[in-house]
């Protein structure tokens, strides 16, 4: 059970991402959340440094997509100024999510990386499919009010079994 809620790396800003450890795993497709995890779900722009980090990221050949359950208006507007792939309306954790994700950028599972602020939509769902998992804090702003009021309080628990869990027993990459 652990296994499906635990990521395989955690990470308290994007600007930490380690491109070349993931290179050494054979991963070089990242399938991204959107709304706070590379913006802001209250914000409209996306942060200069982001725009930076991704086109970083596409530059070491990295193929991205954003798999976001919000609209496809929203998705469609904030990934497109990224020139990145979209699939919008998701409904994470759900496999075939991923695996429309997986399929605009032509990956497998073994080289296909998710990347998320939520434990129980892009963590769950990645780790169905035996992707590798990594879990961001979440950017600052507003949340859905389900996210707020009923993920968050959950995930609270699970995070602090998993910082127990990670320092003992595996090999996580854990940055504060």
Not at 121 to 148: C, Q, S, Y
Request: include cysteine; charge should be positive.
């Amino acid at each position: 059970m652990k296994k499906l809620f635990y990521p395989d790396m955690y990470l308290s800003s994007l600007c930490f991402l380690d491109c070349q450890a993931l290179k050494d795993k054979g991963i070089n497709n990242i399938l991204m959340d959107l709304d706070n995890t590379i913006i802001r779900r209250d914000s409209e722009q996306i942060d200069p440094e982001i725009n930076k980090w991704v086109k970083e990221l596409l530059q070491q050949g990295f193929s991205l997509a954003v798999v976001s359950n919000n609209s496809e208006r929203r998705v469609n507007a904030l990934a497109g100024k990224l020139n990145i792939l979209t699939v919008s309306k998701a409904m994470k954790p759900t496999k075939r999510a991923f695996r429309r994700g997986m399929e605009l950028l032509n990956s497998r599972p073994e080289n296909t990386a998710v990347l998320g602020d939520q434990i129980f939509t892009d963590i769950l769902g990645g780790n169905r499919l035996g992707l590798f998992t990594i879990l961001v804090a979440p950017l600052e702003g507003k949340e859905f009010w389900a996210t707020r009021h009923f993920n968050r309080r959950i995930e609270k628990l699970v995070l602090m079994k998993m910082r127990r869990y990670i320092n003992k027993k595996t090999g996580c990459i854990f940055i504060k």
